[in-house]
């Protein structure tokens, strides 16, 4: 689907297009090198379209918060990014992990729209078909049930004939009543001021100028005169209560007549006209009649009128008046025609549709059929590759087992209606420490919490055996359900040998004899009473086993128990990190001897032990932030030589850069890749075949490192997207362009990129490329000015009490400690731009500025302080948010500290004020903008 089709497709259904949003969702692929793929196709397995994981997924929903908050409100962003993604994908929101594991295919929308998948089939039909029964239709031919009759055809219909009868029985009346009201409205305030006449008359003779004689007659020849209407002719008629007739402008012969049982010739109605306005007004005092009359002169016509009379009680009269209204029923007439015209066309809009819902039903009914007999045709030949695999396999939907196959059955020694009647969580051994976890996975991964992987359990055969097994899970879709995959493989010796090699080989250089020791071993007494909901420990599992437990504690405690339930002793990370003697040296060691990219993910995910453990022991940030970026560059190499190993020696020479907080070192557990490759210069054209090989090249490793913990940039600044894949030309074209324009927007660009380390390849490149862009900053004075300005515009985050300023998230009153650090950052790079220094940390670079004396050292010193302290603050604020050190969290609640670190930190945060007001005196002449 096109962006635009995305736009209109929101628009209907949320109400706003939010192109934007459209466009950020499929913005990190750059269509300008769409002919690289189109000419050279997918060799070496590049595909442009991989680009698409990073934001059509659900995890990317959190970062388009960030992104439009402020211009959409949380509900129109939620909706109209589910809504892109859903139409992608056929109504489900993948996770990431989907498109590493090949579920689903990441789509390119200015590609041509492709072909209607086949119809999904329903978890019941999906059940009965893993089952081994078939569903035999009676007749191929495809009948609509009387249940879509009923459900769809009849309600339309009648729907219709509500809708058509309500015009008739409700509009067209009102209509008409409508106007009726204005008709006699208008007749009622004639009559009155011909009564305002009569009125004056009668004051005349009360006051004795005129007897009564003299004053009706005057009166009666005042009313005689009296015309309206649209050509004038429209009268007034006074008639006594007997009744006779006082006076009548056109029948004069009438005057003094008894009108008792008068008819005239004109009243086509057939009723004595003047005895009912008698009545009316005896009853009423005045009132309204409607009656059929002859049309003026036109004998042959008969027509509506309506005539309006009121009583004047002192000369015991009654005048009245009439008007035709038939203009009434020709309005209403014409109004009825046309609406029986627009009904028309709708009822045939109505019919029309109501036919295509009808065949598009069948359709879907013959394609179903269809469905149907091609799984029947294949069902044999699947259901015997399933049966043969050496796996057991079984297929879980909402928690229900719908089938399993024979492997699993022998294994477990169930058969298949006993393995449909329990769950996955039943098989697991009760009281085993491996299962701790196991079920804590499973739970969150029926709920949709985590993402699929493999982990290691003990299962319990129909017979109470223990078996050591493997269980792997892949996400599979049905209509509106869930489900999962799952394998199950039993743990050999070797497989033993080789998760105790991984836990224990850097301990003592022995493969197991740390890692396989009973934790009883390196116990610590208890001191205090034990909580009655603590996590427990049998003395004699494996140090391994309580590595895996301790993950899944808050207290990052385990309490040990012997075999009579008696608590021993207590285990933490403590206790474990003690035996790991130099185990950062180690580590790098071990990644960099790694032969496959699993090891060095395992390997890395001992680090957040390691790290928690030195936290807790007091040691420097600069120690904590040397040891995570060291620990990531190697695993980058490792990766690195890995990828070349596997795609052959690459064509020319390059370097892939490490960028921002990972180039400077001052990562935390585990930050966002940013990184870019440069390679060397090539004929014009051999450019695009040179720049594939890299692509697919970056792509290997930055998939590795997210799959290692380092989650993919949200804006998309890695060497996998072609933007930040050039050649050394290409790279100096690019910071002429950031540097020579000087603009706001050009800083914030070229910011990131002034932070590099070259992490593998020639360093030769990565030298000219710096040299390159000092050199052009030299030239432009106007790039620092614009760059301190930029600096200026972070603010320090206190009021004008000097108090700290904070925001409010989830409801929470917070402050960013990543922003804090954003000025330091950024003067150090100014400074260190300036005068040519090439380190890029932000302590080194100021160490550097120290020793040539650039400015007072009491300014960099207290900078360097400042930016440990907020570096360490930092990284402990994630070490409480986040056990595992695996999530970035910079909100700090400032209610969480104590009095005194509150008082420090404003003291700290202050003093980024002083930073900026040194660097304004410097490069802005002391101008703070």
Avoid at 338 to 362: A, R, T
Avoid at 484 to 495: A, M, N
Avoid at 894 to 916: C, G, H, T, W, Y
């Amino acid at each position: 689907m096109k962006l635009s089709k995305h736009a209109d497709r929101t628009e209907k259904l949320v109400g706003i297009r939010a192109e934007d949003i459209h466009k950020w969702i499929d913005g990190l692929f750059d269509p300008e090198r769409l002919d690289l793929f189109l000419r050279f196709g997918d060799k070496n397995g590049y595909s442009p379209y991989d680009h698409r994981k990073f934001r059509h997924c659900q995890e990317a929903l959190q970062e388009a918060y960030e992104e439009f908050e402020g211009k959409y409100t949380r509900d129109q962003i939620k909706a109209v990014f589910e809504c892109h993604v859903k139409d992608d994908y056929d109504g489900y929101l993948p996770l990431r992990e989907d498109f590493q594991n090949g579920t689903f295919i990441e789509k390119y929308h200015e590609e041509e729209e492709a072909p209607e998948r086949e119809t999904i089939l329903s978890q019941a039909e999906l059940t009965e078909y893993f089952k081994g029964k078939e569903s035999h239709a009676k007749s191929n031919k495809a009948h609509l049930s009387q249940g879509f009759l009923y459900r769809v055809v009849a309600p339309t219909i009648l729907a219709m004939v509500l809708f058509i009868s309500s015009i008739f029985i409700v509009v067209i009346p009102f209509f008409r009543n409508n106007m009726l009201d204005r008709k006699k409205e208008m007749i009622k305030e004639l009559t009155a001021s011909a009564i305002s006449v009569i009125d004056h008359y009668i004051i005349q003779e009360k006051k004795g100028h005129l007897i009564r004689a003299e004053a009706q007659k005057l009166a009666a020849n005042h009313i005689k005169e009296m015309r309206y209407g649209d050509e004038n002719k429209d009268y007034f008629w006074i008639t006594d209560k007997h009744p006779r007739m006082i006076m009548h402008p056109y029948r004069q012969e009438l005057t003094g007549q008894d009108l008792t049982h008068y008819k005239d010739s004109k009243n086509i109605s057939g009723i004595y006209l003047f005895m009912e306005f008698v009545r009316l007004v005896k009853e009423n005092g005045a009132g309204y009649l409607e009656y059929q009359w002859q049309w003026k002169d036109d004998a042959s016509r008969k027509v509506p009128k309506l005539s309006y009379v009121r009583g004047i009680p002192t000369w015991n009269w009654i005048i009245g008046t009439g008007i035709y209204i038939n203009d009434v029923e020709e309005e209403i007439s014409k109004l009825t025609h046309k609406l029986l015209l627009v009904f028309g066309l709708i009822s045939l809009g109505l019919i029309l549709i109501l036919v295509n819902v009808v065949w598009q039903s069948h359709n879907i009914e013959t394609n179903r059929k269809r469905a149907e007999s091609g799984l029947r045709e294949a069902k044999d030949r699947y259901r015997a590759l399933v049966e043969s695999s050496k796996e057991g396999y079984m297929l879980e939907v909402e928690g229900e087992i719908i089938y399993s196959n024979i492997t699993v059955r022998r294994l477990l020694g169930y058969n298949e209606d006993e393995i449909r009647a329990i769950t996955l969580l039943d098989m697991l051994a009760e009281d085993s420490p491996v299962n701790t976890s196991a079920v804590e996975h499973i739970s969150q991964l029926m709920a949709g919490k985590t993402k699929s992987t493999l982990f290691e359990a003990q299962l319990k055969s129909s017979t109470g055996k223990i078996l050591d097994v493997w269980i792997s899970t892949s996400r599979m879709f049905f209509t509106q359900k869930n489900g999962h995959v799952i394998s199950i493989r039993p743990i050999t010796h070797k497989e033993v040998n080789s998760i105790l090699s991984t836990y224990g080989a850097t301990a003592h250089n022995t493969k197991d004899i740390f890692a396989s020791k009973p934790v009883k071993e390196i116990a610590v007494s208890v001191e205090s009473s034990v909580p009655e909901d603590a996590p427990f420990i049998q003395e004699n599992a494996p140090v391994y086993a309580a590595i895996t437990e301790l993950e899944h504690t808050a207290s990052g405690t385990l309490f040990i128990r012997n075999s009579e339930g008696n608590i021993t002793g207590k285990i933490g990370y403590a206790e474990i990190a003690r035996q790991y003697t130099g185990l950062p040296a180690e580590l790098l060691v071990e990644i960099d001897n790694s032969v496959s990219v699993g090891h060095v993910i395992t390997t890395l995910n001992r680090l957040p032990m390691l790290i928690r453990e030195m936290t807790n022991q007091g040691v420097k940030a600069q120690i904590l932030r040397t040891a995570i970026g060291r620990l990531f560059d190697v695993a980058i190499n490792t990766f690195m030589r890995l990828s070349v190993k596997s795609m052959g020696e690459p064509p020319v020479p390059f370097a892939f850069l490490s960028l921002g907080s990972n180039a400077r070192h001052e990562m935390t557990m585990f930050s966002d890749q940013d990184n870019a490759l440069v390679f060397a210069d090539v004929e014009e054209h051999e450019l695009d075949k040179v720049r594939r090989y890299f692509l697919n090249l970056a792509d290997g490793v930055c998939t590795k490192l997210n799959q290692a913990g380092y989650p993919f940039c949200p804006g998309g600044i890695m060497a996998v997207n072609p933007k930040w894949c050039l050649s050394l030309s290409e790279w100096k074209e690019r910071f002429s362009n950031w540097i020579a324009s000087s603009t706001p927007e050009s800083i914030l660009e070229v910011n990131i990129f002034l932070d590099i380390r070259n992490v593998y390849g020639d360093t030769n490149l990565t030298e000219e490329m710096i040299t390159y862009a000092m050199g052009l900053a030299e030239a432009n004075p106007q790039f620092f000015i614009q760059f301190a300005r930029n600096c200026l515009q972070y603010k320090a985050p206190l009021n004008l009490l000097g108090h700290l300023r904070t925001g409010s998230k989830d409801g929470v009153k917070t402050m960013n400690i990543k922003g804090c650090l954003k000025p330091l950052e950024i003067i150090a790079r100014i400074y260190a731009l300036k005068h040519g220094i090439t380190v890029p940390g932000t302590l080194d670079r100021l160490r550097h500025l120290i020793d040539k004396e650039i400015t007072n050292d009491e300014v960099f010193q207290e900078m360097i302080f400042v930016f440990n302290y907020l570096w360490q603050l930092r990284f402990i604020n994630q070490l409480t948010a986040h056990q595992e050190l695996k999530r970035v969290n910079d909100e700090l609640d400032p209610k969480s500290l104590s009095d005194i670190e509150r008082s420090n930190l404003r003291n700290v945060v202050a003093k980024i004020s002083d930073f900026q007001s040194r660097l304004s005196i410097d490069f802005l002449d002391g101008v703070i903008h």
